[in-house]
């Protein structure tokens, strides 16, 4: 028996809370009047698929004006579909940090299929538009697929060696979300935002960061996280690029503006895994 059914209440209060989730947005709501309805397009599909896949499979949604009149209907359907599926997701402004490319996921091999379509139809006129077809989306998807590469290879996570690293310099430190492996520590949030008085370090990374830079982000925490990213601090990433959860750079923010505890840490850094990238980034003093 489905738990449904033998839930029903519970089931219901699932399913008004992801409803007024998606309306309301999360912790930085994102409508479409603050990114014009592009936000997927250009921070989800642009940078997952590439250039050239991502403009193949927009010309793409011309394929059932070019299909064979067997073929139209099939490709209308699938090109309607991605249309709403994207005019949806891009009308709530419900999307959360730093993983909100998960929501265009459904809609990466319909692009492919439109692409890929359009290609055939176009050299119907050779016996071998099959061939052709396949190669143009192989050769587009060269770029997309060097990119997964470089995303998904292994490579040290600085969420694995920082915060022991931090924690051992016998600094008063505070994590952030998506900084550090360990859920038992307090994090940086709405009710806590430590001063030099509460920690002499704050140990946080772009996965958080990054949603207050945002125009839209509430301007409190937005002029928090200004404030640590004008405090000397530490940069370590292992020098891939960042996309949902991987790939942090992690920021070590010195809150009482020690520059020698942060040399000390850069070190230590670097000796447990030289293959990360530690930066020192110093402020001008008038932005301490």
């Given at each position: 028996?489905?738990?449904?059914?033998?839930?029903?209440?519970?089931?219901?209060?699932?399913?008004?809370?992801?409803?007024?989730?998606?309306?309301?947005?999360?912790?930085?709501?994102?409508?479409?009047?603050?990114?014009?309805?592009?936000?997927?397009?250009?921070?989800?599909?642009?940078?997952?698929?590439?250039?050239?896949?991502?403009?193949?499979?927009?010309?793409?949604?011309?394929?059932?004006?070019?299909?064979?009149?067997?073929?139209?209907?099939?490709?209308?359907?699938?090109?309607?579909?991605?249309?709403?599926?994207?005019?949806?997701?891009?009308?709530?402004?419900?999307?959360?940090?730093?993983?909100?490319?998960?929501?265009?996921?459904?809609?990466?091999?319909?692009?492919?299929?439109?692409?890929?379509?359009?290609?055939?139809?176009?050299?119907?006129?050779?016996?071998?538009?099959?061939?052709?077809?396949?190669?143009?989306?192989?050769?587009?998807?060269?770029?997309?697929?060097?990119?997964?590469?470089?995303?998904?290879s292994p490579d040290v996570d600085?969420?694995?060696?920082?915060?022991?690293?931090?924690?051992?310099?016998?600094?008063?430190?505070?994590?952030?979300?998506?900084?550090?492996?360990?859920?038992?520590?307090?994090?940086?949030?709405?009710?806590?935002?430590?001063?030099?008085?509460?920690?002499?370090?704050?140990?946080?990374?772009?996965?958080?960061?990054?949603?207050?830079?945002?125009?839209?982000?509430?301007?409190?925490?937005?002029?928090?996280?200004?404030?640590?990213?004008?405090?000397?601090?530490?940069?370590?990433?292992?020098?891939?690029?960042?996309?949902?959860?991987?790939?942090?750079?992690?920021?070590?923010?010195?809150?009482?503006?020690s520059v020698d505890r942060l040399?000390?840490?850069?070190?230590?850094?670097?000796?447990?895994?030289?293959?990360?990238?530690?930066?020192l980034i110093e402020p001008p003093?008038?932005?301490?």
């Amino acid at each position: 028996m489905l738990p449904a059914i033998r839930r029903l209440n519970r089931w219901r209060k699932g399913v008004d809370f992801e409803l007024t989730h998606s309306i309301h947005g999360h912790d930085v709501p994102l409508p479409p009047r603050a990114t014009w309805g592009l936000f997927h397009l250009r921070e989800s599909l642009w940078p997952g698929l590439g250039t050239p896949l991502l403009a193949l499979g927009l010309v793409g949604f011309a394929a059932p004006f070019v299909a064979a009149r067997e073929r139209r209907m099939p490709l209308t359907l699938i090109a309607i579909f991605a249309a709403l599926w994207y005019a949806v997701h891009a009308a709530t402004p419900l999307k959360p940090f730093p993983d909100f490319a998960r929501y265009m996921l459904l809609l990466v091999p319909l692009l492919l299929i439109l692409g890929a379509s359009f290609i055939y139809e176009l050299s119907a006129r050779w016996d071998r538009r099959g061939i052709l077809a396949a190669i143009v989306l192989v050769l587009a998807a060269v770029p997309a697929l060097v990119m997964s590469v470089r995303i998904n290879s292994p490579d040290v996570d600085p969420r694995g060696v920082v915060p022991a690293v931090v924690e051992a310099s016998g600094a008063r430190v505070i994590f952030d979300r998506y900084s550090d492996y360990q859920r038992s520590r307090r994090i940086l949030g709405i009710q806590l935002r430590p001063t030099k008085h509460l920690a002499d370090i704050v140990v946080t990374s772009n996965l958080a960061y990054d949603r207050f830079a945002l125009d839209a982000a509430p301007g409190s925490m937005a002029a928090y996280y200004r404030g640590l990213s004008a405090k000397p601090h530490l940069d370590v990433s292992n020098g891939r690029p960042t996309m949902g959860y991987f790939n942090p750079v992690v920021r070590v923010v010195a809150l009482d503006g020690s520059v020698d505890r942060l040399n000390k840490i850069a070190a230590a850094i670097r000796t447990a895994a030289p293959s990360l990238t530690v930066r020192l980034i110093e402020p001008p003093p008038q932005s301490k």
